[in-house]
């Protein structure tokens, strides 16, 4: 793959492939010394207290993780060679400069970097340089592993105007490598355009419209581990979220951060975050439509302030031998001013107590007597003012007044008058309300709407970074949910308007970062694909004037003729018997490539899939369930095969996935993501005519 050059900088030429598995070993080496040097720390003397003991124990229990060698995970992937030297150390020679990239940093016993992280700025131009924009490099190096074995390595001599500008076969045999075991990450592989959104600053938000293969989600991850790395004490205080649309898509990409030496990345579904209840119901489409429109927060809001009632009586406070009357139109003003500062309703019933306990004060001092904050917190607790509060700002319990909101028409009306129309206000309504909050049939659109109550109440506390992947699926009000977690932070927002699979997908991206609270974000659009072959998303695009009309198709780097196999099963006698036939040969065909196989089909024909598979022998895995040398094929209801990716798909009747969806648009974007799924081949099996669209 390489021919050394008279231009080779290495200290003998005969033989450097063994001179760089020389230096991954002597890395190795020295990761293994800082790893064993922090196991070695004695903190008995230095910790002053247990407390601080446990807390410093930790620390250096994390960093030991942090300096674990993953043995099947390169060190390092690459090596730049400038053309000047970059450390003021080496500057004074007046030479050239070498580092090598890789995950993470790791020195010699004298402190000098062996590797240098990924994510340093001198590392930049690994993934930046170009013939045309050198950055200072005269050679960029990748190496290509098997296992965690050093085999190969492959040079570009950027300075070199007369070498040509070929594409980089390492870089090639890396995006196609099989996929066996958890997501990937692409640090080796990051392309210039997917670096500038990596490395986009922290106080920015950015949302990345990607096709399918086009890395967003990997480019998310990373730019977790990034900003992490970048500005880690900052976001060490006020912490970091993935937000992720299921736990099988979660699980699947768990395994990136730990390899790219994050370990303590909070991850969640949209699900548990606004988890105040249980789930335990269902809605309709057009109902869950409406509870995600963003008018509910109209309507919330107006329930919340519902209880509020201006006073008609005066408060009278006793105190000792004496009473302290505050007039009915003076704490009318109080409660009109609390009601237009636009503060969250738990700090204005927090504010009114030590509001009318202040006016008692204000008296008090006229009447010659010289109260102190004392005073005025023991008059907050007085009975009367207590009394006063409760008649004029009620409490409010969020779970409760959502379950008054959805058995109680009248006040259903009165919340959403000018807001919602009847027809919309009926289809809210329980048909049949339940006794309590306890034993309420919630939906998981319910547990939104009591997510934004929550916050009307009591404000939600943000965080420094917030990425959200498969954003399109979220309605209007579960971006507020997410919104409400980086209200003082930023985010990443991923995803493809054309994989949009809920009834309230978003329509632009414009419109969902409004919703988000963050306007204006960049929008930076990836339309170069990686991961699908040419031929697959080729076929896939055909459905995108009816899906995603304003999308442009995209395009793949890989060229891989026979990746798309389209197989008819004649029907008639045969029936489902000879589809599920047909769909246990393609598997048994899969499987006999390397790789990872993923069947996926309808939700309604997994049980039967599943039986086959199992009367068959052919043993298979859940979604997100991590595979094996010995487990390789994964049955994926369709329901659950966005964000996920295999070697080898097979497609199980294609006009059945389309029909599984409440609405046609909605089954032909479920079929558009079950399509691109595959990295090297995809066989479609149908006994039913295909969907019009992919004609």
């Known amino acids: 793959m390489h021919s050394p050059t008279p231009t080779d900088t290495l200290a003998a030429d005969t033989d450097p492939l ?60 690459g090596r730049l060679d400038y053309l000047h030297a970059i450390s003021a150390s080496e500057s004074e020679g007046g030479g050239g400069e070498r580092f090598y990239i890789g995950r993470r940093h790791v020195h010699d016993a004298d402190g000098d970097p062996m590797v240098i992280d990924w994510r340093a700025p001198v590392s930049q131009p690994f993934y930046r340089a170009s013939r045309t924009e050198p950055m200072d490099v005269a050679k960029r190096r990748r190496f290509g592993y098997t296992g965690g074995e050093l085999t190969a390595y492959e040079d570009e ?43 986009a600053d922290v106080t920015g938000t950015i949302c990345v419209q990607g096709a399918p293969g086009t890395g967003k989600t990997a480019v998310g991850l990373h730019r977790v581990a990034y900003l992490l ?52 119901g269902a809605d309709s489409a057009g109902t869950a439509r409406i509870k995600g429109d963003a008018r509910m927060a109209r309507v919330l809001r107006n329930a919340v302030r519902a209880g509020i009632t201006l006073p008609t009586e005066p408060c009278v406070v006793v105190r000792g031998s004496r009473r302290w009357r505050v007039p009915a139109y003076e704490l009318e003003e109080i409660v009109r001013e609390l009601m237009a500062r636009e503060i969250r309703y738990g700090a204005a019933l927090e504010a009114l107590p030590q509001r009318i306990a202040h006016a008692v004060l204000v008296k008090m001092e006229q009447g010659g007597e010289a109260p102190d904050d004392r005073v005025q917190d023991a008059v907050a607790r007085n009975a009367a003012v207590k009394a006063t509060v409760k008649a004029c700002w009620p409490a409010v319990d969020p779970v409760k007044l959502v379950h008054r909101l959805l058995g109680d028409a009248d006040f259903l009306a009165a919340a959403a008058d000018g807001v919602l129309d009847a027809d919309e206000q009926a289809a809210l309504l329980w048909a049949k309300p339940p006794r309590s909050a306890r034993t309420a049939p919630w939906s998981a659109a319910d547990a939104v709407l009591i997510d934004e109550a929550a916050d009307l109440v009591h404000r939600t506390p943000s965080l420094g970074h917030v990425v959200v992947d498969e954003a399109q699926d979220l309605s209007p009000m579960q971006y507020r949910a997410v919104g409400r977690r980086c209200t003082t932070g930023s985010a990443t927002v991923l995803g493809d308007l054309a994989q949009g699979t809920t009834p309230w997908a978003t329509g632009s991206w414009p419109e969902a970062l409004h919703h988000l609270g963050k306007d204006g974000a960049h929008v930076e659009e990836l339309t170069q694909g990686f991961r699908v072959p040419g031929e697959v998303i080729a076929y896939a695009s055909r459905l995108l004037p009816a899906i995603a009309p304003g999308l442009a198709p995209a395009t793949s780097v890989r060229d891989l003729p026979g990746s798309l196999a389209l197989r008819h099963v004649p029907d008639g006698s045969e029936g489902l018997d000879g589809l599920d036939a047909a769909v246990l040969a393609a598997c048994r065909a899969a499987l006999g490539h390397e790789g990872s196989v993923g069947l996926i089909a309808a939700d309604a024909r997994v049980p039967a899939l599943a039986a086959a ?71 479609v099996l149908h006994a039913q005519p295909l969907p019009a669209e992919l004609a």
């Open 18 to 77: 063994g001179r760089e598995r020389s230096h991954l070993a002597a890395s190795r080496a020295a990761l293994k010394a800082m790893r064993e040097d922090v196991e070695a720390l004695d903190l008995r003397d230095v910790a002053g207290t247990w407390v601080s003991a446990q807390v410093l124990q930790r620390q250096v229990d994390e960093r030991i993780k942090a300096l674990a060698d993953l043995a099947h995970t390169p060190l390092f992937f």
């Open 157 to 199: 001599n950027l300075s070199d105007p007369d070498e040509a500008d070929t594409r980089s076969a390492l870089l090639a045999a890396e995006i196609e490598k099989p996929r066996v075991g958890p997501m990937r990450d692409i640090v080796a592989t990051i392309q210039p355009e997917q670096d500038e959104i990596v490395r």
């Open 229 to 280: 790395y970048a500005h880690r004490e900052r976001l060490a205080r006020t912490g970091t979220l993935v937000v992720g649309p299921n736990r099988s898509f979660l699980r699947y990409i768990e395994q990136v951060l730990p390899a790219l030496g994050e370990l303590d990345v909070a991850q969640a579904t949209v699900q548990e975050l606004v988890g105040h209840v249980e789930v335990r």
């Open 613 to 683: 598979l199992t009367a068959a022998g052919l043993p298979f895995l859940d979604p997100g369930t991590e595979t094996t040398a010995e487990a390789r094929l994964t049955l994926v209801p369709a329901s659950l095969a966005k964000g996920l990716e295999y070697d080898h798909v097979v497609l199980d009747e294609p006009a059945a996935i389309v029909a599984g969806e409440p609405d046609h648009r909605t089954g032909l974007r479920r079929l558009y993501v079950s399509l691109t799924r595959a990295v090297s081949g995809l066989t």
